[in-house]
């Protein structure tokens, strides 16, 4: 089925001549398929193609294919075309790409991998990806697929999360970002803006969104640092951790902010617009 919906995605975004192509080719035996993947740059663009969501498999996320190319759209069906229902034979000629694959193709297998059968297989190279230094390759990974919500541990997870933030990328394009919250991860936030603040430095604000779960006693320290800050967005992410956990408030907390708490609640804002909000 999926298979099919990508298909369908092919004929209506690529040009005739790709789609001719791509057609000649998918009918030969999986090897020379192979040989296509590795060939698709030649003979189709690296195009952005328009935006459609699909659900792979049985996956809660969807993936918004507007984030894809073309040349990256027709790789994918080649990929799994190569799955004839044995997974041995499958999973070897996937490795074998993978050793051999540049960049832009190691890019387009593991935004694949969610379509993939046999989905644990794919745990090791799915963190390998995590931790490269290749933006092309952490991306794949990291935003717009599913894969790391619903098969990595905390600690693959976290490090996914930190390294987003590290590298100043937003965690907004992390798919399962609120669902994968965890203590472990909002300490570790906590730390990095301590490091951060005492270079004289700062936090995007929505990383705060990750803590805001955890209302342990340095949550209300951070919660105080940002309503103290300089920068508006930083009171207004210190307003949100402090509304969300209201009912757990130290004493004494809210009146020592009440009018700032007050002129903050008239406004309309929440994690995904601070930024951008008035």
């Not at 009918?27 to 195009?47: C, D, L, N, W, Y």
């Not at 717009?144 to 098969?151: F, G, K, L, Q, S």
């Not at 693959?156 to 990328?169: E, M, P, R, S």
């Not at 956990?245 to 994690?271: A, G, M, Y």
């Amino acid at each position: 089925m999926q298979y099919q919906e990508l298909l369908k995605r092919l004929e209506q975004e690529c040009t005739a001549n790709e789609v001719r192509w791509f057609q000649e080719k998918i009918g030969k035996s999986p090897g020379e398929r192979k040989i296509a993947f590795v060939m698709t740059h030649r003979f189709v663009g690296q195009v952005p193609i328009g935006t459609h969501y699909i659900k792979p498999h049985d996956a809660p996320y969807e993936i918004d294919l507007s984030g894809w190319t073309r040349d990256q759209l027709v790789r994918t069906l080649f990929l799994l075309s190569l799955d004839e229902g044995n997974k041995d034979s499958f999973v070897e000629m996937i490795e074998e790409l993978f050793q051999t694959a540049d960049n832009r193709e190691a890019q387009a297998i593991y935004a694949a991998i969610p379509f993939f059968n046999y989905a644990p297989v794919w745990t090791h190279r799915a963190t390998e990806a995590i931790r490269s230094n290749v933006g092309l390759i952490f991306d794949a990974m990291a935003f717009n697929n599913p894969y790391p919500a619903m098969y990595f541990d905390d600690a693959a997870w976290n490090q996914l999360v930190l390294k987003t933030i590290f590298n100043d990328k937003s965690i907004w394009n992390i798919l399962g970002i609120g669902d994968r919250r965890n203590e472990a991860l909002a300490a570790s936030i906590s730390d990095f803006a301590h490091e951060r603040w005492a270079a004289g430095r700062t936090l995007p604000p929505e990383v705060w969104f990750l803590t805001s779960p955890y209302p342990d006693e340095r949550f209300w320290q951070d919660t105080y640092h940002l309503l103290s800050a300089d920068r508006e967005v930083d009171r207004k992410a210190g307003y949100l951790l402090w509304k969300n956990q209201f009912i757990h408030t130290p004493e004494n907390f809210t009146e020592s902010f009440r009018p700032l708490l007050e002129h903050l609640d008239s406004q309309s804002f929440d994690w995904e617009n601070l930024e951008t909000s008035a």
